[in-house]
């Protein structure tokens, strides 16, 4: 999977925000949606599309969507 499949499967999780609004250097932090549920959402997509596991705490550590790509592309 590359960064720009990877933008949109993380994108995919967010019914509210626009497709728009999602980049590699978006802190998805900052999202109105992020909560809790979209943080174990994102974590459970990177399971099943990418087959490797993340925690919250590497969930936590990164600040943008390319940071959290290239986070799990280490592993």
């Not at 728009?20 to 900052?30: E, Q, R, V």
């Amino acid at each position: 999977m590359n960064l720009n499949e990877f933008i949109a499967a993380f994108a995919a999780e967010f019914d509210e925000t626009p497709e728009s609004m999602f980049a590699p250097n978006t802190i998805f932090k900052d999202l109105v949606e992020w909560d809790s549920l979209a943080s174990l959402s994102i974590i459970a997509m990177v399971d099943e599309t990418l087959e490797k596991r993340i925690t919250g705490s590497e969930l936590r550590s990164c600040n943008t969507i390319e940071e959290l790509y290239n986070q799990i592309m280490q592993k």
